[in-house]
Antibody, heavy 113, light 106 residues
């Protein structure tokens, strides 16, 4: 069955770089796309970006200058890197399938010194 | 960017009530609208896609309708397990979510 699982550090210092991994199972990244979505505590959802089945990427225009999404298809992993982190980037980060029908459990990232 | 406005932000209803949640887009989204249910501490769950298509495994008391800029999620008979926050999402032009409607039991 399709599963996604996020992993990464729970705490990142301001101005540093966030690195998250989404490990998928039950489908191939070469024929399926993955989105990243984030949710600040107690707030709504924000689309962060996506890596498409062909390997190209698209990003939220508000985050584009700080964001990079890549993948390792042999390991079934998708990577999110976001630099120059600020407190406003504190959120739960989810990875999801193309149609948003499968979601990981999410990983809480706190930006604080 | 397309903005999504949900109303009300908080809704109190009784078990068995028919409940209607609204979502308004800032421009025509041609029915490219999803609805999600999110319970506390969980990931969002897709309920409805393309305005009115029920996702597999979702109870038939959930339904969606709408067109143009105005969309609705209806729960025909509210159950205790439906207490959650509900989000709409447009995918006509990139992806944006509404701020959510928190549904509680009266």
């Amino acid at each position: 069955q399709v599963q996604l699982k996020e992993s990464g550090p729970g705490l990142v210092q301001p101005s540093q770089t966030l690195s998250l991994t989404c490990t998928v199972s039950g489908f191939s990244l070469t024929s399926n796309s993955v989105h990243w979505v984030r949710q600040p505590p107690g707030k709504g959802l924000e689309w962060v970006g996506a890596i498409w089945s062909g390997g190209s990427t698209d990003y939220n225009s508000a985050l584009k200058s700080r964001l990079s999404i890549s993948r390792d298809t042999s390991k079934s992993q998708v990577f999110l890197k976001m630099n120059s982190l600020q407190t406003e980037d504190t959120a739960i980060y989810f990875c999801t399938s193309l149609s948003f029908d499968y979601w990981g459990q999410g990983v809480m990232v706190t930006v604080s010194s | 960017d397309i903005q999504m406005t949900q109303s009300p932000s908080l809704l109190s209803a009784s078990v068995g009530d028919r409940v209607t949640l609204s979502c308004k887009a800032s421009q025509n989204i041609y029915k490219y609208l999803n609805w999600y249910q999110q319970k506390l501490g969980e990931a969002p769950k897709l309920l409805i896609y393309y305005t009115n298509s029920l996702q597999t495994g979702i109870p038939s008391r959930f339904s969606g309708s709408g067109s143009g800029t105005d969309y609705t999620l209806t729960i025909s008979s509210l159950q205790p397990e439906d207490v959650a926050t509900y989000f709409c999402q447009q995918y006509n032009s990139w992806y944006t979510f509404g701020a959510g409607t928190k549904l509680e039991l009266k």
